[in-house]
């Protein structure tokens, strides 16, 4: 709009008259015309002790308004006559600076663990693993193409601005004392202005341009507050004059002739001197005192203005808008064009801007602007270098450090969206390592780890290939104690060690394929048992042969049922043997004798099929035996001894070698001979 | 050559009879001697042996052949014997042992007495 723009120029070139204007050093100098009275001062000083004293060719005033940071009140000495005025206006910047230099009174550094320490609340934090610094450093990473594409406009213009303010050495501070030149200034004050609109500015340029402008206002007021000052200046110059006529007329030797004899004449004489000097001495020091004051206002009000700019230079540097810093610094250079560079501030933000205990000036501010430009640059370089080496995690490291430092810097503005997708790329598979290695699925945290091992170069894969290895390795050595429990038979030790697998490895594949057979196992054990105990029970020796590896197995922790089972097994094996002997028996033509082998064994086991066929077979190949025998038991089981003994007998005809006969017939015998009479 | 007076067909009768006498007496003397119990029954053997006791109290008597001494004490000897296909227990008192050794294979005439259950035991034993 041209109106707003010819206002602009028009506001602009009016600043920079102001400032190009001759503005008085040594306001309060005498002119020469009254230099020869000396006494007025000293007659000043004799009737007025109290008249404030400004010293001249000095812009700092003995009457002394302390002005701080904090404290934008102005305050003399607590003379009359001191003006107030525009002392509370001391601006955003200045409570600004206040709060920042407030915080980092309590913060300490640890640079070994790249801490830092509150020591006001306690709390400590690392400056490169936290939320905030995380989600930042995220956002930059995810940042919108588009949006980079309009940001680099900006940054175009941006530069094109510094290039107005230090045309000599971009990025540096200007190589003259008063900044660029006035044509320079004006043109880049007005993309100033238009920068401010941008919205990647945020409104920084405008503020600058705002301070710039409070800046130029200030200025010319003194420059009116100096001349009202000037004004005063004179007057006090004529009633100073007016008063030495007045001393004058009365201490001269024309009005003593007529008054020479008369008494008391010299003290007639020093009381009307003073009477008539009286008023002009009045109006002199009221004179001062308004000019004292106008003086202290306009250097109070230039104070201020200069507080303000001081603590907007400052609050862009701790904001890291270095460009914007540069910028400040050049307009202030330019509007307190009075070689008067030295920043005020205090605390903590002091020890941390100044450079050993220096006094903080605009030019250690810029030299500090520029190291700080100088490492994002290089950051960003040796991370364009890491990138091309595939150095991901050292790149990352060192990206977010530089962000860290130079957030708005071109060179970070301008990183190249691949590199940054790749880098987001990098972190999240980390973090998705380490959470699988939090929750404690070794099997996504080894695919992650390879990932990354793929990913980066410089990828140190082996703290998690360490704990995946050791979280295996410790869970297949339970599940393998677990084994060797469950073979034994032993469920608690089973079901203990199953537990620690777990616990240490939850998502062992081989924990749910294992349990379960394991759990399987122990089912067929308790069926084993069950089995065992019924065949134990039904004297089924074959039965419990047939599965002997089974109920060995189940009985391992079981020492009776391991005496039972040992006992069922021995006793098969004696039926066994006495088929064995039969056989042999009836191989050599004695079926008796097989029969008597196998009928003894089968009285003890009259259950086992086998040994019931055996007896039964040579039965029927030995039926007369068979028969003679049985009914010789018989006859002596019913006492028939008698006919038992010739039954015997005829069993031993049949078979001479039956022990049983032979030793029953004997036994028989002898009884009846007992019985003899 | 002088000729033999010629016998006389007069062998005497009486000496017939008497030969002839003499061969029943000793005929019979020998089956005295051979059968003096000829007036026993012999041991029913496969009835005994089925149910000795019925017929305890009785005497019979038995031909035998020793096969071993079953028992043996100061009051008499158990022998195995076999009547025929059947073995037999025969108790032999001391008192009824006869003079000779009793050994296996001898063929022995035995008479028996079956005592209350029926047990044999010998009264005479007589070699064949």
């Known amino acids: 709009m041209p109106n707003t723009s010819i206002s602009i120029v028009a506001l602009w070139f009016s600043a920079i008259a102001v400032v190009n204007a001759q503005i008085p050093r040594t306001v309060l100098q005498l002119p020469k015309e009254v230099t020869g009275i000396a006494k007025p001062q000293a007659a000043v000083q004799a009737a007025l002790p ?3 004293k400004v010293d001249s060719n000095n812009q700092n ?12 009140t102005v305050n003399s000495s607590g003379q009359a006559g001191s003006p107030t005025g525009g002392g509370n206006t001391g601006g955003q910047g200045s409570e600004t600076e206040s709060a920042v ?8 550094f640890d640079p070994a663990g790249d801490n830092v320490i509150d020591t006001k609340r306690g709390a400590v934090w690392n400056v490169f693993d936290n939320r905030m610094v995380d989600a930042r450093f995220e956002r930059y990473l995810n940042l919108d193409a588009a949006e980079r594409k309009r940001q680099e406009v900006y940054l175009a213009s941006l530069n094109q601005l510094l290039q107005l303010l230090c045309p000599k050495n971009p990025y540096r501070f200007s190589t003259t004392l008063t900044g660029p030149d006035r044509d320079s200034l004006g043109r880049s ?5 238009t920068l401010g609109d941008n919205e990647f500015d945020h409104g920084v340029s405008t503020i600058i341009a705002n301070e710039v402008d409070a800046a130029n206002a200030a200025a010319a007021n003194r420059k009116e507050l100096y001349a009202e000052a000037e004004k005063l200046e004179k007057e006090i110059q004529h009633l100073e004059w007016n008063l030495g006529i007045t001393i004058d007329r009365h201490t001269s030797d024309l009005g003593e002739d007529r008054d020479r004899a008369r008494p008391g004449r010299e003290a007639n004489k020093a009381v009307n001197t003073t009477s008539a000097s009286a008023p002009y001495v009045r109006k002199i020091a009221k004179a001062q005192a308004l000019q004292a004051g106008k003086v202290a206002q306009a250097e109070a009000k230039l104070l201020l203005a200069k507080g303000d700019f001081q603590a907007l230079q400052v609050q862009l540097f701790t904001q890291r808008r270095f460009q914007h810093v540069l910028i400040a610094c050049a307009y202030y250079r330019s509007v307190f064009a009075d070689g008067e560079l030295q920043i005020k501030t205090e605390g903590k933000l002091k020890e941390v801007l100044s450079l050993s205990g220096a006094p903080l000036t605009v030019s250690t501010l810029e030299s500090l602007t520029t190291e700080a430009i100088r490492e994002g640059r290089e950051g960003v370089n040796s991370v364009k270098n890491m990138m091309g080496t595939k150095r991901l995690q050292s790149a990352e490291k060192r990206l977010m450090e530089t962000y860290s430092i130079g957030e708005h810097l071109p060179e970070m503005q301008t990183f190249p969206e691949d590199w940054r997708s790749t880098i987001l790329s990098f972190r999240q598979a980390r973090r998705e390592a380490f959470k699988a290695i939090e929750v404690k699925d070794y099997t996504r945290a080894k695919e992650k780890n390879a990932l990354l091992s793929e990913m980066a170069s410089d990828y140190d894969h082996a703290p998690i290939h360490a704990a995946i290895s050791s979280a295996e390795s410790g869970s297949n050595l339970h599940l393998a104690k677990a084994r060797n429990a469950a073979i034994a038979g032993d469920k608690a030790t089973m079901e203990g060690e199953v537990k620690a697998a777990a616990v240490l490895w939850p998502q062992n594949p081989a924990l749910a394929e294992g349990a379960g057979k394991m759990m399987e196992r122990f089912d067929l054990q308790v069926q084993s048992l069950q089995e065992l105990d019924r065949l134990l029970a039904a004297s089924d020796l074959r039965g419990i042969e047939a599965k002997r590896e089974v109920f060995s197995a189940a009985v391992a922790t079981d020492e009776a049922r391991q005496q039972q089972l040992r006992a069922a097994l021995n006793q098969l094996l004696e039926i066994e043997k006495a088929l064995e002997r039969a056989k042999e028996l009836d191989g050599r033509g004695s079926a008796a004798e097989a029969w008597v082998s196998v009928e003894g064994v089968s009285r003890q086991y009259p259950k086992d099929p086998k040994l019931l066929a055996a007896v039964s077979e040579y039965r029927s190949r030995a039926p007369e ?3 003679s025998l049985l009914e010789a038991r018989k006859a002596e089981g019913h006492g028939q001894a008698v006919c038992a003994i010739n039954l015997y007998l005829l069993a ?3 078979n001479l070698a039956c022990e049983e006969a032979q030793e029953s017939a004997t036994r028989l015998a002898h009884q009846q001979l007992s019985l003899l009479n | 050559m002088a000729r033999r007076r010629k016998s006389s067909p007069h062998v005497s009768l009486f000496s017939l009879v008497m030969v002839g006498a ?5 005929v019979a003397g020998i089956w005295k001697l051979y059968n003096p119990h000829g007036a026993k029954e012999l041991l029913p053997l496969p009835a005994y ?3 000795p006791a019925s017929f305890s109290g009785n005497s019979y008597r038995v031909e035998v052949v020793v096969i071993n001494r079953l028992a043996q004490n100061e009051k008499g000897t158990t022998y195995t014997c076999a009547a025929g296909e059947h073995p037999l227990a025969i108790i032999v008192p001391q008192e009824v042992m006869p003079q000779y050794r009793i050994e296996k294979g001898q063929l022995l005439y035995i008479d028996l007495r079956l005592s209350n259950d029926g047990a044999a035991i010998a009264t005479t034993i007589a070699k064949k």
Request: aromatic share 4%; proline share 7%; glycine share 2%.
């Open chain 1, 50 to 52: 109290e008249a404030p």
């Open chain 1, 61 to 72: 005033l003995t009457v002394a308004p302390v002005i701080n940071p904090g404290n934008t």
């Open chain 1, 101 to 108: 230099a407030d915080k980092l009174r309590n913060l300490e």
């Open chain 1, 189 to 193: 004050y007005n993309l100033l202005r």
């Open chain 1, 625 to 627: 035996f068979v028969k």
């Open chain 1, 652 to 654: 031993l005809k049949h």
């Open chain 2, 22 to 26: 003499l061969l029943v007496a000793l």
């Open chain 2, 49 to 51: 042996l089925e149910a």
